[in-house]
């Protein structure tokens, strides 16, 4: 096992990978004397003290030089500093029988802890969150980085809760309270690479490292090495029991240069959990692999089904929102019907590159839908969101929000959108070294030419990522004259998806997902239990007349329209503009 380890006997284990460490490698905790080390044959060293938990320690490289434990479960300062020996335990759970929900009940709320006020502030909107009809909270990084704020995809200490947000308890008291109100908590793992502040691996340890595959954030992780497996196998089951974390969300996996080491991690958690809890692993995955949902892997991120949303409501076709502008009504029927848009096609912008694999028999549950989330706001120059995008347009707005919330892929909310939040949510960092705060200020100004600005004029600065006060304006919960309503809207949509919808979830099947003209699809379920789920949606500014669709049933019931009327209208065979419909035709 990684890091220090208190034994029974109330020594400590402390193992560390060092293949390449100096000579002069030594471990250092306070109070004691030096301890030198020497890796085997393998690269191990390890060696037991007796120190009790709350010792601080380091190793030693050189006269100049001490670093933390890579698996540092807790550090005393920053991450430059000790790390903190910490035994396992030690929390008394209020709801030691909780075993997770299906993943079929799901809906996800993603969200920055430090922008909730950390581990404690986040607990006191948990109700507010269960009462909307959020069942998964999913948080950000939490790993450990440099500074005070961070998206937290920089953390260079994957096993250390950040400290910023709380204690180690304050985090278990967190995932407790939620528990306990019949929700879930998944964690948002970065195993892609490390942060630029504070990763020493390669001084003592360059072979966790690649020589001959370099990624936009340096030398390529080596998942070739059983050690560099071991490590992040060890952290995704840490977080899954230390924590009593519900599911991990993997960021950008595109990026693991071994992608064939992705069945396996899924593999090493769920034989380790006892089958009788319900783990969730979710991807993002650029590449769209089909094929990990078939290994071990709940679902992946739908980036294909934002996209083409996005076009059609704000009619962006910059980057790679020039993929979906061409036919995006037929894209937006395919990713209703069978997940991804790109399933091995070539794209508009890299016609070389054939994206995706096809998803034929994997559940629509295998798809997490969003409008929204972290990256696809706060990676925009100014972070807007799409109430400011598409700000003359809220109907249109409201209609993909209904279409999002009652398809039977899982939703995910971005923090905010639930009351109608128009703060922005802007990428923010804090290095304390002026050359790294630099660097990233200047990567931003190349990575925004003045064409992708979005609404701002393109005169107006860059937000600086290293100010406070980037920091400060992302915070989300800001009440507006039509917050009230935007929650209301939420809750009630979440409402009839619990209770229609989510108990005849699995199992569901596509049937038929189709264009029934400019901006407007239909689209049809067949359920567990027998029944049609059927939904219409007209994303345009225009009302659709002379659908060629086959009328609903007398027997459909109503479960939501956005528009009043629209479900007569669409009896005769018309859709309003910026509507959407849902209906449920019972089992005969």
Same mark, same amino acid.
């Given at each position: 096992?990684?890091?220090?380890?208190?034994?029974? =006997?109330? $020594?400590?284990?402390?193992?560390?990978?060092?293949?390449?460490?100096?000579?002069?490698?030594?471990?250092?905790?306070?109070?004691?004397?030096?301890?030198?080390?020497?890796?085997?044959?393998?690269?191990?060293?390890?060696?037991?003290?007796?120190?009790?938990?709350?010792?601080?320690?380091?190793?030693?490289?050189?006269?100049?030089? #001490?670093?933390?434990?890579?698996?540092?479960? /807790?550090?005393? =300062?920053?991450?430059?500093?000790?790390?903190?020996? $910490?035994?396992?335990?030690? *929390?008394?759970?209020?709801?030691?029988? +909780?075993?997770?929900?299906?993943?079929?009940?799901?809906?996800?709320?993603?969200?920055?802890?430090?922008?909730?006020?950390?581990?404690?502030?986040?607990?006191?909107?948990?109700?507010?969150?269960?009462?909307?009809?959020? #069942?998964?909270?999913?948080?950000?990084?939490?790993?450990?980085?440099?500074?005070?704020?961070? +998206?937290?995809?920089?953390?260079?200490?994957?096993?250390?809760?950040?400290?910023?947000?709380?204690?180690?308890?304050?985090?278990? #008291?967190?995932?407790?309270?939620?528990?306990?109100?019949?929700?879930?908590?998944?964690?948002?793992?970065?195993?892609?690479?490390?942060?630029?502040?504070?990763? !020493?691996?390669?001084?003592?340890?360059?072979?966790?490292?690649?020589?001959?595959?370099?990624?936009?954030?340096?030398?390529?992780?080596?998942?070739?090495?059983?050690?560099?497996?071991? !490590?992040?196998?060890?952290?995704?089951?840490?977080?899954?029991?230390? *924590?009593?974390?519900?599911?991990?969300?993997?960021?950008?996996?595109?990026?693991?240069?071994?992608?064939?080491?992705?069945?396996?991690?899924?593999? !090493?958690?769920?034989?380790?959990?006892?089958?009788?809890?319900?783990?969730?692993?979710?991807?993002?995955?650029?590449?769209?692999?089909?094929?990990?949902?078939?290994?071990?892997?709940?679902?992946? +991120?739908?980036?294909?089904?934002?996209?083409?949303?996005?076009?059609? @409501?704000?009619?962006?076709?910059?980057?790679?929102?020039?993929? *979906?502008?061409?036919?995006?009504?037929?894209?937006?029927?395919?990713?209703?019907?069978?997940?991804?848009? !790109?399933?091995?096609?070539?794209?508009?912008?890299?016609?070389?590159?054939?994206?995706?694999?096809? $998803?034929?028999?994997?559940?629509?549950?295998?798809?997490?839908?969003?409008?929204?989330?972290?990256?696809?706001?706060?990676? /925009?120059?100014?972070?807007?969101?799409?109430?400011?995008?598409?700000?003359?347009?809220?109907?249109?707005?409201?209609?993909?929000?209904?279409?999002?919330?009652?398809? %039977?892929?899982?939703?995910?909310?971005?923090?905010?959108?639930?009351?109608?939040?128009?703060? %922005?949510?802007?990428?923010?960092?804090?290095?304390?070294?002026?050359?790294?705060?630099?660097?990233?200020? =200047?990567?931003?100004? /190349?990575?925004?030419?003045?064409?992708?600005?979005?609404?701002?004029?393109?005169?107006?600065?860059?937000?600086?990522?290293?100010?406070?006060?980037? *920091? $400060?304006?992302?915070?989300? +919960?800001?009440? #507006?004259?039509?917050?009230?309503?935007?929650?209301?809207?939420?809750?009630?949509?979440?409402?009839?998806?619990?209770?229609?919808?989510?108990?005849? @979830?699995?199992?569901?099947?596509?049937?038929?997902?189709?264009?029934?003209?400019?901006?407007?699809?239909?689209?049809?379920?067949?359920?567990?239990?027998?029944?049609?789920?059927?939904?219409?949606?007209?994303?345009?500014?225009?009302?659709?007349?002379?659908?060629?669709?086959?009328?609903?049933?007398?027997?459909?019931?109503?479960?939501?329209?956005?528009?009043?009327?629209?479900?007569?209208?669409?009896?005769?065979?018309?859709? %309003?503009?910026?509507?959407?419909?849902?209906? @449920?035709?019972?089992?005969?």
């Amino acid at each position: 096992m990684f890091g220090a380890q208190v034994m029974s =006997d109330g $020594t400590t284990c402390f193992r560390l990978w060092a293949p390449s460490a100096p000579p002069s490698l030594a471990l250092e905790i306070e109070g004691l004397a030096p301890i030198p080390l020497r890796p085997d044959a393998t690269g191990w060293i390890h060696t037991r003290v007796d120190c009790p938990p709350g010792a601080r320690y380091q190793y030693r490289l050189d006269t100049q030089r #001490t670093v933390p434990d890579p698996a540092s479960r /807790r550090q005393a =300062d920053d991450v430059h500093g000790p790390s903190i020996v $910490t035994a396992s335990g030690g *929390y008394a759970w209020s709801h030691p029988d +909780w075993n997770g929900r299906p993943w079929e009940e799901a809906v996800v709320y993603e969200v920055h802890v430090g922008l909730a006020d950390g581990y404690a502030g986040l607990q006191q909107r948990l109700p507010a969150l269960a009462a909307l009809g959020v #069942t998964v909270v999913q948080l950000m990084p939490i790993a450990d980085v440099s500074g005070q704020r961070n +998206w937290g995809y920089d953390g260079v200490l994957p096993f250390a809760p950040n400290p910023r947000y709380g204690t180690p308890l304050q985090l278990k #008291t967190l995932i407790d309270t939620a528990h306990g109100l019949g929700m879930s908590i998944m964690l948002d793992v970065v195993y892609n690479h490390f942060g630029p502040d504070g990763n !020493y691996l390669a001084l003592y340890a360059r072979e966790f490292f690649r020589d001959d595959i370099q990624t936009p954030w340096g030398p390529a992780i080596d998942f070739r090495r059983p050690q560099v497996c071991r !490590y992040f196998e060890e952290n995704a089951l840490y977080w899954l029991t230390e *924590y009593r974390f519900d599911g991990l969300r993997l960021d950008a996996v595109h990026a693991i240069a071994n992608p064939e080491w992705l069945p396996r991690l899924a593999h !090493y958690v769920r034989s380790h959990i006892p089958a009788s809890r319900h783990i969730h692993l979710v991807v993002e995955n650029d590449d769209n692999r089909a094929s990990l949902l078939r290994q071990g892997y709940d679902a992946q +991120w739908n980036d294909d089904g934002h996209h083409v949303l996005h076009h059609l @409501l704000t009619g962006e076709t910059h980057g790679y929102y020039a993929d *979906y502008a061409t036919e995006p009504t037929a894209m937006l029927a395919r990713c209703l019907n069978t997940g991804f848009v !790109y399933q091995g096609q070539p794209t508009l912008r890299d016609p070389a590159r054939r994206r995706g694999e096809p $998803t034929s028999g994997l559940p629509p549950t295998a798809f997490v839908l969003f409008l929204q989330n972290h990256d696809q706001v706060g990676n /925009r120059a100014f972070g807007e969101r799409l109430l400011t995008l598409a700000n003359k347009r809220p109907a249109a707005l409201r209609a993909a929000v209904a279409l999002q919330l009652l398809t %039977p892929q899982i939703p995910l909310i971005f923090m905010g959108e639930e009351c109608g939040s128009v703060a %922005p949510f802007l990428y923010f960092t804090d290095y304390r070294d002026p050359t790294l705060a630099q660097a990233v200020r =200047d990567g931003r100004r /190349r990575e925004f030419d003045f064409g992708i600005r979005g609404q701002q004029p393109a005169s107006q600065p860059l937000p600086d990522p290293n100010e406070a006060a980037t *920091y $400060t304006a992302s915070y989300p +919960w800001v009440d #507006t004259p039509d917050s009230t309503q935007w929650h209301e809207y939420y809750q009630a949509l979440l409402a009839v998806r619990q209770h229609m919808i989510v108990p005849r @979830l699995a199992g569901t099947h596509a049937e038929a997902a189709y264009v029934l003209g400019s901006s407007v699809v239909g689209a049809h379920w067949r359920m567990s239990d027998g029944a049609r789920l059927s939904l219409y949606a007209n994303l345009g500014d225009q009302d659709a007349d002379s659908l060629q669709l086959e009328p609903p049933s007398d027997t459909a019931v109503l479960l939501f329209q956005s528009v009043a009327g629209a479900c007569d209208a669409l009896a005769r065979a018309c859709l %309003p503009a910026a509507c959407t419909v849902c209906l @449920l035709e019972e089992a005969q």
